[in-house]
């Protein structure tokens, strides 16, 4: 279990460069929440460990996640939340060809327990450069930028 909320983290990023989703997956409790960058939801650590067990042997499996910046907001002396801009280099298309870097920003909750520190929720965006929200026109998804 992490010592504080900041090594969430750095532990998340070590697991996931290691390919381990059983370990990724420890940082969470056992019914946490995690939202990735397209919206789909898991509601429990096994799901968790599942779906990042796929990612980590198919598309990301052979991506680094780097944290970029960590910022720590203590709520209370047993709750924080943690944002985070990651670099996630290596993701492959559906051919297994190498993609451009992303960028994105996650955010956790976590709560101090008798062993350390522990994820109740997480949810993951990516970003969009240029963007400033997304639209949907003929069922399709695309950012934008209204300041223009």
């Known amino acids: ?83 985070t801009r990651w670099k996630l280099e290596g993701q492959l298309d559906s051919e297994g060809r190498r993609l451009d870097t992303r960028f994105a920003i996650m955010v956790f909750v976590a709560q101090r327990r008798q062993n350390g520190w522990a994820v109740l929720a997480a949810q993951n965006t990516d970003i969009v450069p240029g963007a400033e929200t997304n639209v949907v026109r003929d069922g399709k998804m695309t950012s934008m930028d209204y300041r223009r």
């Open 1 to 83: 279990m992490p010592d504080t909320p900041e090594d969430i983290p750095r532990l998340f990023a070590k697991a996931w460069n290691a390919r381990d989703a059983q370990a990724l997956a420890s940082l969470f409790v056992e019914d946490a929440d995690f939202v990735n960058v397209v919206g789909l939801w898991w509601d429990n650590r096994d799901d968790i460990e599942r779906a990042h067990h796929y990612g980590l042997t198919t598309f990301f499996r052979q991506t680094e996640i780097a944290a970029r910046r960590v910022k720590v907001r203590q709520v209370s002396d047993d709750l924080a939340i943690i944002h």
